[in-house]
């Protein structure tokens, strides 16, 4: 059964920093590609990073510079390290792979940029 489960979110100031993590269970993790989606209240869930099995990466533009995503395949975990973090941050991040045309979530972790 494959499963994720974020952790790492929380309340930071405008400037500040948060690491969040997802640790896969269920799945054979350095194979797949991973991905950090977020949700912003009244908005649609976004692509935020994702990260290949050889370590390539991509980011949307608007976190580009700010945010990083990594992986430890022997910890079957996935970072997201977020910098410089500002207000328009502000959603609930998800973890997300896809695996034999099955796409899986975890529960997701809030983070809330404020003063």
């Known amino acids: 059964q494959v499963q994720l489960v974020e952790s790492g979110g929380g309340l930071v100031q405008p400037g500040g920093s948060l690491r969040l993590s997802c640790a896969a269970s269920?799945?054979?993790?350095?194979?797949?590609?991973m991905g950090w989606y977020r949700q912003a209240p009244g908005k649609q869930r976004e692509l935020v990073a994702t990260?290949?099995?050889?370590?390539?990466?991509n980011y949307v533009d608007s976190v580009k510079g700010r945010f990083t995503i990594s992986r430890d395949n022997a910890k079957k975990t996935v970072y997201l390290q977020m910098n410089s973090l500002k207000p328009e941050d502000t959603a609930v991040y998800y973890c997300?792979?896809?695996?034999?045309?099955?796409?899986?979530w975890g529960q997701g972790t809030q983070v809330t940029v404020s003063s």
């Open positions: 269920g799945i054979i993790f350095r194979i797949y590609v």
């Open positions: 997300r792979t896809f695996i034999g045309g099955e796409t899986y």
């Open positions: 990260i290949t099995s050889g370590g390539s990466t």
